[in-house]
């Protein structure tokens, strides 16, 4: 252990340091082997050793353990936010690509439906069809498009929303709620 650590963790001794470790690697090592191998392309076990390491620095240096209360989380519910917090900053210090892997297969059958879609006839007004193309298909946030119109980005987001209203109602969707993870 390094002699930095042993002098700014006194009261914590090696042995239980070593204890409390030794308990909980392999969930520690669980949750990072899923989270970097589900989310990252190109990750391998080499990864996944050193992002332990660093949940481990992490919990020593920052001094999480006397930080930890069990009446905020369990303990478990603890280390899977720190190990999963630590593995993401790894993955993005070392500019590892993100791809989740249960979009992508969606992404492509989106791409191939982005070109065949056509929004249906007299359901949205002109406006709200300009504004739901340049805003969807045009990739334009609402103050580009405010501009381009000559109207507040306010308005803007106003004429959206009643446009997907009235495509919700259209195609039934109205009643059902999106789910967002």
Do not use: T
């Given at each position: 252990m390094n002699t930095y650590i042993d002098k700014r963790y006194e009261y914590i001794s090696e042995k239980e340091m070593g204890c409390f470790f030794y308990e909980n690697i392999s969930f520690i090592k669980n949750v990072v082997n899923k989270f970097?191998?589900?989310?990252?392309?190109?990750?391998?076990?080499?990864?996944?050793?050193?992002v332990c390491q660093e949940v481990a620095l992490k919990i020593l240096k920052n001094d999480y353990i006397s930080k930890y209360s069990s009446e905020k989380s369990s303990i478990k519910t603890w280390l899977y936010i720190i190990s999963r917090s630590v593995a993401v900053d790894y993955m993005?210090?070392?500019n590892r690509i993100y791809i989740n892997i249960d979009e992508l297969e969606d992404f492509e059958e989106c791409e191939k439906d982005k070109n065949d879609f056509n929004l249906p006839?007299?359901?949205?007004?002109?406006?709200?069809?300009?504004?739901?193309?340049?805003?969807?298909?045009g990739d334009l946030k609402a103050v580009e498009v405010a501009e381009q119109l000559g109207i507040t980005s306010r308005t803007v987001r106003c004429i959206k929303h009643q446009a997907i209203q009235k495509l919700r109602r259209h195609f039934s969707a109205?009643?059902?709620?999106?789910?967002?993870s």
């Open positions: 970097i191998f589900s989310k990252y392309v190109g990750a391998d076990k080499s990864d996944v050793d050193e993005r210090k070392n006839e007299d359901i949205l007004s002109k406006r709200q069809n300009e504004v739901v193309r340049m805003i969807f298909w109205a009643d059902k709620r999106r789910v967002v």
